[in-house]
């Protein structure tokens, strides 16, 4: 039988056994196979099982539409993501690009958003250094294209008989395809006491800016922001446009969609709605010893996760599940102006696990299914079954009796309950015989509910030297420390500062899982007798890392340095910015 006479549903089979270059050398060896490999249903389907259902990015899809999109677009699609893929895992990955800018050189005008009298005198001088960059944050959506970096400025911005710390805080424009990064929005303040963005890109309000008032040094009060995005490609750098004010708490935990959660003094985290101001929701932390005036450092809240109706509560040395029915159908109020405050409906924990030592730092992430997925399901004409809830990817660095924290970070994963139903709604009062995570009560057999640990990595830290984490939502953890060396195992250096990354996979609970993790561990046999990653797992032939344990990637070193501050992540897009206590944020590209 001729090639060109085969049923296409043959190759369609094959191609379910090769990789993406195998497709690519199969179709240079006659026309035939030329055609039958530039053939939509081709692409099609490598797009949907060799890249989507195994977690890979897809850069420069933000904007996909997969029914309409050509066989040469497919192809585009899945030949970036191989190619990203393969360098990103690489021991040492290579960048395509690199850019930089510098936030305070490139500010032509500062400007104040801040409603409050005693800020109109404040003017920031164009000559100031600046001494840290405290924060930098990816606005998830929008083509992964801006990038929010918060500064901190030296006393000798404020002009004036006080001079307390000043702070900037800018939005810039990353997109390759404009040249060098470019401010399109910008403003400055003072007394700032946190900041978060927000994780949902469909709501107005992209960023929360929390600051104590002049005049009530007690009170804190919160601005949520957003950006004229239609007017980002005009050279004029605008102002943050006011979405809302409203009286808040000192500490922004979480921003997603209309609801802000923030704690205060005594750990309990306040949920608002920043369309209405209201408080909604106040979810209590337990009574230490049934001592209502002590508030142990315990229980600080650190970060925090929404799962359906349900919010996981990661303190400094507990995990608290608390039930909101009816949570994520809050509405969402068409007027900002705010309506004040109504009683807020107080929660407790309905399930906890605590950590057997203090956490220093901690990053979660839910594995849900990649960003074109739903695409896939749109298409398919069998319904989905219902899904247990997604698995919790948590990356913590333990605290020690020093100054500084371990050198080890450990990933726990926390596992779903699979006899939950997502879909079943439960009332204010109905007590439910499953939850989503952590075991009901002591007596409970649930071990295979608690976090287990998946995987120790060395990363070494040094007083005084800036250390930081941040995690992707493909697996991809980041970790900026005090080692540059790659043959030292978990000792800092005297000087200098390594990024490096780790591809973590969702393992299953080991045997030995219910083994506390040692602070100070040898862990040169572990890196050395690790298998490399499956084709399941990197979507390509192979490469130096593993699921479990393994060396990862050192993306950069710099060895007689230590003025690295903060660092950010795209995985979708790969890329890594690097904010310095110098004037400069790097931006590497690999691809």
């Excluded at 790969?574 to 590209?589: A, N, Q, T």
Aim: charged share 20%; aromatic share 8%.
């Amino acid at each position: 039988m001729a090639l060109d006479a085969t049923p296409l549903e043959i190759f369609l089979h094959i191609i379910e056994y090769i990789e993406v270059e195998d497709v690519i050398s199969l179709r240079k060896t006659c026309k035939a196979l030329q055609g039958i490999t530039s053939h939509r249903s081709v692409w099609f389907d490598i797009l949907h099982y060799k890249i989507i259902r195994r977690g890979i990015p897809t850069p420069g899809t933000t904007h996909l539409d997969i029914s309409s999109a050509s066989a040469r677009e497919l192809e585009e699609v899945c030949i970036r993501a191989v190619k990203l893929r393969r360098n990103w895992v690489l021991p040492r990955p290579q960048y395509a690009s690199q850019t930089s800018f510098f936030p305070r050189r490139k500010s032509p005008n500062i400007t104040e958003p801040f409603p409050t009298p005693p800020l109109s005198e404040t003017v920031i001088s164009p000559d100031i250094k600046v001494t840290r960059c405290l924060a930098l944050y990816f606005l998830p959506g929008r083509s992964n294209r801006y990038l929010v970096v918060i500064l901190r400025i030296d006393s000798g911005a404020f002009r004036g008989p006080q001079s307390p710390p000043a702070f900037e805080i800018q939005c810039w424009d990353i997109a390759e395809q404009i040249g060098d990064p470019r401010p399109i929005a910008q403003c400055s303040c003072s007394s700032l006491l946190s900041a978060c963005v927000n994780v949902d890109p469909k709501h107005p309000a992209c960023l929360i800016i929390t600051r104590r008032e002049h005049r009530q040094e007690q009170e804190a009060v919160s601005f949520a922001f957003r950006i004229d995005f239609d007017s980002a490609d005009q050279p004029k750098v605008h102002s943050f446009q006011q979405h809302s004010v409203f009286p808040s708490y000192k500490n922004a935990v979480r921003l997603e969609g209309s609801l802000f959660f923030a704690s205060d003094e005594t750990h309990c985290v306040h949920i608002i709605n920043i369309d209405t101001g209201n408080v909604l929701y106040r979810l209590n932390a337990p009574l230490f010893q049934f001592d209502a005036t002590v508030f142990p450092e315990e229980y600080k809240c650190l970060n925090s996760l929404i799962v359906g109706d349900f919010v996981l509560m990661f303190r400094q040395q507990w995990i608290h599940l608390y039930e909101i029915p009816g949570l994520t159908a809050t509405p969402v109020a068409t007027s900002t102006e705010p309506t004040g405050n109504t009683e807020p409906v107080v929660l407790r924990h309905v399930a906890e696990y605590k950590w057997p030592w203090r956490i220093d730092t901690v990053d979660v992430m839910a594995k849900h299914p990649h960003a074109l997925r739903d695409q896939f399901n749109q298409l398919d004409t069998i319904p989905s079954r219902t899904q247990p809830p997604p698995p919790v990817h948590i990356l913590v660095r333990f605290a020690s009796i020093f100054p500084w924290p371990v050198n080890i970070l450990h990933s726990y994963i926390l596992p779903s309950n699979t006899e939950f139903d997502m879909t079943a709604s439960a009332g204010q009062n109905t007590i439910r015989d499953h939850l989503p995570y952590l075991p009901t009560n002591a007596s409970e057999a649930s071990e295979e509910l608690k976090p287990y640990i998946a995987a120790s990595i060395n990363s070494p830290v040094r007083i005084f030297t800036p250390s930081d984490t941040a995690m992707g939502g493909y697996g991809t953890i980041l970790y900026m420390d005090a080692q540059n060396d790659a043959s030292a195992v978990a000792q800092a250096s005297d000087r200098g500062q390594r990024i490096a990354g780790k591809l973590l996979d969702f393992v299953s609970r080991p045997k030995n899982a219910g083994v506390l993790p040692r602070h100070a561990v040898d862990l040169v046999a572990n890196e050395d007798t690790n298998a490399a990653l499956t084709n399941e797992q990197l979507g390509t032939n192979g490469g130096d890392n593993s699921g479990r344990g393994g060396r990862g990637m050192v993306f950069h070193i710099q060895e007689d340095k230590d003025d690295w501050a903060r660092i950010a992540m795209c995985e979708e897009e790969g890329i890594i910015v690097v904010g310095s206590i110098r004037d400069e944020v790097l931006v590497y590209r690999y691809i």
